[in-house]
């Protein structure tokens, strides 16, 4: 079987020089710090006992995060104003570096929120937006409202695809409409299903899996054979393993 090059510029053969070893050393450093330090495509874990689970909402939505058109603060105070909704807006940020200067008149502004309010607004909120336009690696805070029972309102990519569950633990949107509509139906998500999927899914245990399995990835490729490097012990692959809920939605 023909072994192809694990990493760019590297000779792994046997005899590779010391050159190469620094390089390699190096590489493996960038690496630990593009994936977890910088640019975090590893997942969070979340300590369940810093949300409070309620299935009875109030009559607002929230946004909670950076306030910027990047993070789709725009699409949150467009979607609620166009099917009459109340919108609370927490977070670090103002209206004015987007060129609100107005805030509209069914827009709370909240400010920064510490760890207790933040607890307080995720639990009652309705629903949360979370209309990110950049290519989002992981978006912690969707999974802080599902711990909440708090239905997630996204757009339809990058992290999204794959933790948003659509039409269970919220909806994936793709055009205005698309909002309009989730936003009108957030009824129909049962919040049992956004904290078993959160719950089950992102506590402590089953994270520290992935980070095991991260790390024990990086020092195969420090001497060993990176990709073609045997494990004969390992029993499972449970680290990639989804619980996934099974509660039926909501009749509105």
């Known amino acids: ?33 593009d994936h977890i330090i910088g640019r975090r495509d590893e997942e ?9 689970y309620n299935e009875d909402k109030e009559d607002y939505f929230l946004f909670l995060g950076r306030i910027g058109e990047h993070k789709g603060v725009h699409v949150a105070i467009q979607t609620t104003e166009a099917i009459g909704a109340k919108l609370k807006i927490a977070g670090q940020g103002s209206l004015a570096s987007m060129g609100l200067y107005t805030t509209p008149s069914h827009v709370e502004m909240v400010g920064y929120a510490d760890v207790e309010l933040r607890r307080k607004l995720m639990s009652k909120a309705k629903g949360q937006f979370v209309a990110t336009m950049y290519g989002e690696p992981f978006g912690g805070v969707q999974i802080e409202a599902m711990l909440s029972g708090t239905p997630v309102i996204s757009t339809d990519w990058a992290c999204f695809g794959e933790l948003n569950l659509h039409g269970v633990t919220g909806y994936r949107c793709r055009t205005f409409e698309h909002f309009t509509w989730a936003a009108k139906n957030i009824g129909r998500i049962n919040p049992k299903n956004c904290r078993d999927w959160a719950a089950k899914n992102f506590n402590f245990d089953k994270i520290s899996q ?31 393993r989804r619980e996934y809920p099974t509660h039926p939605n909501r009749e509105i």
């Open 1 to 33: 079987m023909k072994e192809f090059p694990r990493t760019l510029g590297i000779n792994f053969k046997d005899d590779f020089s010391r050159q190469n070893h620094e390089r390699l050393t190096q590489l493996t450093r960038q690496h630990i710090y």
């Open 210 to 240: 992935m980070y095991e399995e991260f790390f024990y990835s990086i020092t195969n490729i420090y001497g060993k054979k990176g990709w073609y490097e045997p494990n004969p012990e390992r029993m499972q692959l449970d680290w990639l």
């Open 44 to 52: 969070d874990y979340f300590d369940l006992n810093d949300f409070d």
